[in-house]
């Protein structure tokens, strides 16, 4: 069942990870969103095998969530930057690290504080309603199915 | 460089992945969190072998996101449950279909509406500053190391 693509199944979390689901992408993402934007750059913070990291960068760009741009000339050399499609996948990455810090980040801590510039404060990520805006928890959301069953 | 475990990278969202970031295993939790339990349930909402919904069902029971418990003693039945520390991956989920719904649902829209049981409004997830209670965009958001850099 290797084959069966995500963007098939009638299902969004499917078709997102279908775009950032591959094994890296997600920490390629990370690093865009710490302000990496040159391929040495990706390539020394994460353990990837360099075609591997081209091939994450690529899709990235087919899909419209990095652009790639040309910053020399001679010799040509490029910088991937996050679209604004790109910086939407912000609360994607600050769920992970949430998660992340509170179960797995073991005696010394988290790794890294996200801290909001503005007040000092710690940054999370949190489902919200966007009619009262109230914090949702799971038990409080239904999901409400507009033509098929899902997937 | 397959061999590489995220367990070992300094970084949250590498962890988080490293538990959740398998092929089908946020689709295992989305279905979990629409309420699904029985094995037959995942196996009939996903196109997925079953020696692999198997194997993804017991790295989350051996993490603690799902908890087995049998439910039925002859012939000897198990479903799987949401800890609270699965519950706590709910802002991933949601901020994945969010990113979904809005890039890639085409001319159909969005398959399922998610909403919020008190008000009807629909369901997001955003950063947030748990200082100040303010959404925060990427750009408001400043990274301040511990102890090593980033991995």
């Given at each position: 069942m290797r084959g069966v693509a995500f963007s098939d199944l009638h299902c969004s979390v499917a078709r997102s990870l279908d775009v950032v689901g591959e094994r890296w992408t997600l920490l390629v993402l990370r690093d865009a969103f710490q302000g990496k934007r040159r391929f040495e750059e990706f390539s020394r913070s994460l353990p990837v095998a360099r075609n591997v990291l081209t091939d994450r960068l690529r899709t990235l760009v087919e899909h419209g969530v990095l652009e790639r741009r040309q910053y020399e000339e001679h010799p040509p050399r490029y910088e991937y930057r996050l679209t604004p499609k790109g910086m939407d996948?912000?609360?994607?990455?600050?769920?992970?690290?949430?998660?992340?810090?509170?179960?797995?980040?073991?005696?010394?801590?988290?790794?890294?504080?996200?801290?909001?510039?503005?007040?000092?404060?710690?940054v999370g990520a949190e489902a919200v309603c966007r009619g009262c805006g109230n914090p949702v928890h799971a038990r409080d959301a239904q999901a409400e199915y507009r033509m098929h069953p899902s997937p």
């Amino acid at each position: 069942m290797r084959g069966v693509a995500f963007s098939d199944l009638h299902c969004s979390v499917a078709r997102s990870l279908d775009v950032v689901g591959e094994r890296w992408t997600l920490l390629v993402l990370r690093d865009a969103f710490q302000g990496k934007r040159r391929f040495e750059e990706f390539s020394r913070s994460l353990p990837v095998a360099r075609n591997v990291l081209t091939d994450r960068l690529r899709t990235l760009v087919e899909h419209g969530v990095l652009e790639r741009r040309q910053y020399e000339e001679h010799p040509p050399r490029y910088e991937y930057r996050l679209t604004p499609k790109g910086m939407d996948l912000y609360p994607v990455i600050v769920a992970l690290i949430q998660w992340g810090d509170r179960y797995l980040a073991g005696a010394d801590g988290p790794p890294v504080d996200l801290v909001h510039r503005d007040c000092g404060g710690a940054v999370g990520a949190e489902a919200v309603c966007r009619g009262c805006g109230n914090p949702v928890h799971a038990r409080d959301a239904q999901a409400e199915y507009r033509m098929h069953p899902s997937p």
